[in-house]
């Protein structure tokens, strides 16, 4: 349960995984039953991360302190760097085909721009690249770039790669992934053989079923691997900070006095610069 009462699938952020360098958090939230949701996100407060939400089905209401608002809906993308302090409500309203479902990525910035000015930015879905393939793989690619095409957000700090993926039944993909970085699949539907399988014989490699996010170590390719059923997943990479991080909720700095600094702003009505 997360914000005033929303039920969601937490990968990154959790007892067992704080963080992994430099995403700080990762959350699925989908369901058919609006009491999971609609108690929604009330004005809170965020400082030192950039997130990105990107919407599978249906619709939220947002609106910010430094005066965005608006909705999105089916496809869209918001992405928001809190810099030194934002306030923002983000309230999941119509659904879908009954369906809301969507995801959140937080990225972590770096110490130099913890304390940046903040900003926020939208785009629809049909301005997001999407490739189809003849043999109906589809890639949407949201951030980064994918043989040649760039993303839809370009200016997020950490510069990640985020590509949205469907793999046909007996499809297959591989993609490249700059030595060094962090690299985490999300399936979000169906199964899929991820890791190092060769690719006429994919048994070798691990079959993972919705819903679950995949670690990769390192290396410089990821290959899936769709065998009697599609698969949808995202693959999310990029470069890890290595700088400390210290956090408390919605905060996330490089040390504790500086979390200390966002409560007292906070409380002291200098939080929003
Ligand atoms: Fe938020």
Avoid: C
């Amino acid at each position: 349960m997360e914000g005033a009462g929303v039920r969601l699938r937490r990968s990154i952020a959790t007892q067992t995984l704080d963080y992994i360098d430099p995403f700080l958090l990762f959350d699925h939230f989908g369901s058919d039953n609006p009491n999971d949701y609609l108690a929604g996100f009330p004005m809170h407060p965020h400082r030192g991360i950039e997130t990105v939400t990107y919407m599978l089905s249906g619709h939220v209401d947002h609106k910010d302190s430094i005066g965005n608002s608006g909705t999105i809906g089916k496809g869209d993308i918001q992405w928001m760097t809190s810099g030194s302090g934002i306030l923002h409500e983000e309230m999941p309203k119509e659904p879908e085909e009954g369906i809301m479902e969507g995801f959140q990525l937080w990225i972590n910035l770096p110490a130099r721009l913890k304390m940046t000015t903040p900003r926020y930015r939208g785009v629809e879905s049909s301005n997001i690249p999407k490739l189809e393939r003849e043999d109906g793989k589809v890639i949407k690619i949201i951030a980064g770039e994918y043989e040649g095409v760039k993303g839809a957000v370009t200016d997020i700090y950490a510069d990640p790669s985020y590509l949205d993926i469907y793999l046909p039944a007996g499809s297959s993909i591989e993609l490249s992934i700059e030595q060094g970085h962090t690299a985490v699949a999300y399936i979000f539907e169906g199964k899929g053989i991820f890791g190092d399988f060769k690719l006429d014989s994919p048994e070798t490699g691990t079959e993972v079923e919705a819903t679950k996010m995949i670690i990769f170590g390192d290396g410089d390719t990821v290959k899936v691997f769709a065998n009697k059923k599609p698969a949808k997943f995202l693959l999310i990479s990029g470069k890890p900070l290595n700088e400390p991080v210290a956090r408390y909720g919605p905060f996330v700095m490089n040390t504790d006095e500086e979390i200390e600094q966002a409560i007292h702003d906070l409380q002291n009505n200098t939080f929003v610069k």
